[in-house]
């Protein structure tokens, strides 16, 4: 399958903890990344890889994948992490997958 | 620090030809592949097509009958043809350089797409 699923919406109350899924069999293969955008802006990568955060994103970002689904955790919420996540892979073909997207809204 | 900085015309008619281009600075285009993704008014990202330094190109097979990328590494760019565009084609394009896939200890491939361009808004309309 090419298609990666998440959940349209989230929230979370500040402070807490939430956690955002990406599912698709292409995960059995490949890592799901993870990237935040903001309204006009170009997407940031905030998890790659089994769980590595790029220079510059804070350790309460957090992912882990199982089977087919990929999860990213935010610890400690915080009002900056609103914004739309979407997840990444590739497929066996290596063409590249992206999810259509989880709007994170920090209450 | 690596930079991307994306051109190209912004208001196309149906039925012409998308053209843009991503100078790469700070940096080679050598060991890693260079992207376009593109993102729809209010949409979410789709992935057009990516290229290596040495020319190897995979296209999204939805685009592919209608997509060249291309690589000039003695200027340190590379280009995003997009043919017989339609409204459809509307959207912001961002460039971004992609890490070459890794593998994990688990033996999952991972790769990464840290550099953005800030993207450029076409509009395709008569």
């Known amino acids: 399958s090419s298609e990666l699923t998440q959940d349209p919406a989230v929230s979370v109350a500040l402070g807490q903890t939430v956690r955002i899924t990406c599912q698709g069999e292409s995960l059995r293969s490949y890592c799901a990344n993870w990237y935040q955008q903001a309204p006009g802006q170009a997407p940031t990568l905030v998890i790659y890889?089994?769980?590595n955060r790029p220079s510059g994103i804070p350790d309460r970002f957090s992912g882990s994948t199982s089977g087919n689904m990929a999860s990213l955790t935010i610890t400690g919420a915080q009002a900056e992490d609103e914004g739309v996540y979407y997840c990444n892979s590739r497929d066996s073909d290596y063409n590249q997958l992206f999810g259509g997207g989880t709007k994170l809204t920090v209450l | 620090q690596v930079q991307l900085q994306q051109w190209g015309a912004g208001l196309l008619k149906p039925s012409e030809t998308l053209s843009l281009t991503c100078a790469v600075s700070?940096?080679?285009?050598?060991?890693?592949?260079w992207s376009w993704i593109r993102q729809p008014p209010g949409e979410g990202l789709e992935w057009v097509g990516e290229?290596?330094?040495?020319?190897?190109?995979y296209y999204n097979p939805s685009l592919k009958s209608r997509v060249t990328i291309s690589v000039d590494t003695s200027k340190n760019q590379f280009s995003l043809r997009l043919s017989s565009v339609t409204a459809a084609d509307t959207a912001v394009y961002f460039c971004?350089?992609?890490?070459?896939?890794?593998?994990?200890?688990?033996?999952?491939?991972?790769?990464?797409?840290?550099?953005w361009g800030k993207g450029t808004s076409v509009t395709v309309s008569s």
């Open positions: 971004v350089r992609v890490s070459l896939v890794d593998i994990t200890a688990t033996g999952l491939g991972y790769f990464s797409m840290v550099v």
């Open positions: 890889g089994e769980n």
């Open positions: 700070g940096g080679s285009l050598s060991g890693y592949f």
């Open positions: 290229i290596s330094h040495s020319g190897s190109a």
